[in-house]
């Protein structure tokens, strides 16, 4: 359904240094830099058939988090949601919620991480059996 999401970042190269290693744990590369006619610098991560995006504001405003909020990354096992929580830890986030592991859901059992990016945007791993 979605084919692309963009955040804002207050430091593109710490950004980028995060989002390397913690998208790396998916088997993201390296993202397409680009650099807009008014000198903003944006990231383009391309994996599995989507783009997440980082941009320094375009407006000149600072960077704001939408509350209630969470951009989920879809995770092929429930060890890989913890990897994905435990490398962006070692990077800079900040954990919330519970601890990685399973939740009981209307959808059945899914495992699931979250945390903050160094910008505060609330990230989460997911896996869904089945």
Do not use: W
């Amino acid at each position: 359904m979605l084919n692309h999401l963009m955040i804002g970042s207050s430091d593109i190269e710490k950004t980028k240094a995060f989002y390397n290693a913690v998208l790396g744990v998916l088997g993201a590369g390296d993202p397409i830099e680009h650099t807009n006619d008014t000198g903003q610098k944006r990231l383009f991560y391309i994996h599995d058939g989507t783009t997440f995006g980082i941009s320094e504001p375009i407006n000149g405003e600072p960077v704001t988090t939408a509350n209630g909020s969470t951009i989920g990354f879809l995770c092929h096992s429930p060890e890989q949601v913890k990897e994905l929580h435990d490398v962006a830890v070692a990077h800079g986030a900040r954990s919330v919620e519970d601890p990685p592991g399973p939740r009981n859901s209307s959808m059945g059992v899914m495992h699931l991480s979250y945390f903050l990016d160094p910008d505060g945007h609330k990230i989460c791993g997911i896996h869904r059996p089945g």
